[in-house]
Structures are given as structure tokens and as C-alpha cells.
């Protein structure tokens, strides 16, 4: 029912945490996955769990001419795209005072830019079939201020409105842009700001000193929380949605 089944996805940050979890749960749906990530290692681990339903494409999508070999390479190996899903990210957690001209540019780099250019390579292929599904996931930061937080949340904020924009340019052909922003997910990413074993519970509950609101329903999101959401918006169950973006954070920013 969901017409993802014999479809070609591409997936970026596909080696661990959110990424892994949208391939595996593509996978499962009867899509055949391209896998970026620039980990080699740990793409190549990805790839031998996943049982041949998944094609290493190692990548850096700060790399422009990367991201397009790897495009190329899973439409030649795979066939024509009709899913593309872009998680990579990075976060370097400062305040803007303390943010140097690299952490700001390698933020951008990856969590902006390389958006920018995996949308523009995918959908530069997808409009002459006139059929596709992007899905950016980027942050509920993207909406709600944080300390500490100010380059991912400007580049989170800025590869959600380029989706919109895409989205907005692609209707005509087909094709549907969407975004899925994330609150605390149980990743690599989110634990390396862990500081104890309280460190979840204190998450969930919030911080009033930094302006931060607790996790309504009472959990930290698994990574699988934030795939279903992804291959929702991809399949034909969403095919009247697109330059939405979609919370997936327990009721944490409230929706503002």
C-alpha cells in the first residue's frame, strides 16, 4: 500500500543512528537503498546487515562533486531514484559568542549546503520522469531557539525553508518535498551531550535555567520513531502532502 516497494531510495548519513534507521526501514518496505555516509567502515557494516538490498555509495555531501558521483553511481547500479532522504548532519554545540568561523562553516557545510546539493542532484534527475519524494530531516531547533545551539539551528532553519522552496518549484512536475524535524533522539549525536546517567531523565523533564521545555509524552524518540515518519512522507500515503515539515519530538517545542 505504500508504493515504496521496488522503488530506488538514496539515503544520506545512512551508517548509524536516524540515517541507519530510515535505510533499514526503506529496506523492509521492498525498496533498494543507495547508502551515503562519508564512515566507510561503518557504511560497509550497514551494508552487510542490511542482506543486498543496499549499495555503498561512500560520500562526503560537503563535497559537491561527491554527492553527484554518488547520484550517478546509484542510478547507474540501482536505476532511477525516487526517494531521497537527506539526514546527514553534524552539531558542534557552542554559543554564538564562542562559534569560530570553522565550526560555523563546517555546520553549514554539511547540515545546509549539503542538502542544497543532494536536493539539486536527485531532483534535476526526477523532474524529467516527473514523479519523486524528498525528505529532508532537520530539527525542532530549526523552530525554537536553543542555547548553545545557534549554527545547527541556523542551518537546520535554512535546509527546511530550501525544502519548502523545492517543494514549491517541484509541484508542477510531480514531485513532493517534505521535512521531518526531530527532537531528542537516542543517537550518537544526542548522547555525546550527555554528561551522566541522568542525563536522559533530565532531557525529558526540561530546564528551566536554559528555556528549555520538557518532553511531553515522557520519552526520548528512538531512531525508528523518526524513520517511520520519513518513509510516511515518501510513500503514496502522503501523495497529497508535500513542503510540509513534520515534528517528531514527543510535544517537546510545543509547537511553536
Not at 554545540?93 to 539539486?120: C, E, M, Q, Y
Not at 518535498?177 to 525529558?204: F, H, K
Not at 517511520?228 to 511553536?256: E, K, N, P, W
Amino acid at each position: 500500500m505504500s508504493g515504496i516497494a521496488g522503488s530506488v531510495a538514496l539515503v544520506t548519513g545512512a551508517a548509524r543512528g536516524i540515517g541507519a534507521a530510515v535505510v533499514d526501514a526503506l529496506v523492509r518496505e521492498g525498496a533498494t537503498v543507495a547508502a551515503v555516509d562519508i564512515d566507510r567502515d561503518a557504511l560497509a557494516e550497514r551494508v552487510a546487515q542490511a542482506g543486498g538490498r543496499v549499495l555503498a555509495c561512500p560520500a562526503d555531501v560537503a563535497d559537491s562533486a561527491a554527492v553527484a558521483e554518488a547520484v550517478d553511481t546509484a542510478e547507474r547500479e540501482l536505476g532511477p531514484i525516487g526517494i531521497g532522504v537527506s539526514v546527514a548532519g553534524v552539531l558542534r554545540p557552542g554559543s554564538v559568542i564562542d562559534t569560530t568561523d570553522k565550526d560555523w562553516a563546517d555546520t553549514f557545510a554539511v547540515n545546509a549546503t549539503g542538502v542544497f546539493t543532494v536536493l539539486r542532484e536527485i531532483s534535476a534527475r526526477m523532474v524529467p520522469r516527473r514523479r519523486g519524494a524528498l525528505v529532508t530531516v532537520g530539527s525542532n531547533a530549526a523552530g525554537v531557539p536553543r542555547i548553545g545551539m545557534g549554527a545547527y539551528a541556523a542551518s537546520k532553519a535554512a535546509a527546511v525553508m530550501l525544502t519548502r522552496c523545492l517543494g514549491l518549484e517541484l509541484a508542477g512536475h510531480g514531485i513532493r518535498c517534505n521535512t521531518v524535524s526531530p527532537g531528542s533522539t537516542d543517537t550518537d549525536m544526542q548522547r555525546r551531550l550527555w554528561t551522566g546517567p541522568e542525563s536522559a531523565a533530565a532531557v525529558i523533564a526540561g530546564d528551566p535555567a536554559t528555556y528549555r521545555v520538557g518532553i511531553p509524552l515522557g520519552r526520548i524518540a528512538e531512531p525508528a520513531d523518526i524513520a517511520d515518519a520519513v518513509v510516511f512522507l515518501a510513500s503514496d500515503q502522503a501523495r497529497h502532502i508535500t513542503m510540509q515539515d513534520l515534528y517528531v519530538d514527543g510535544g517537546a517545542t510545543l509547537r511553536a
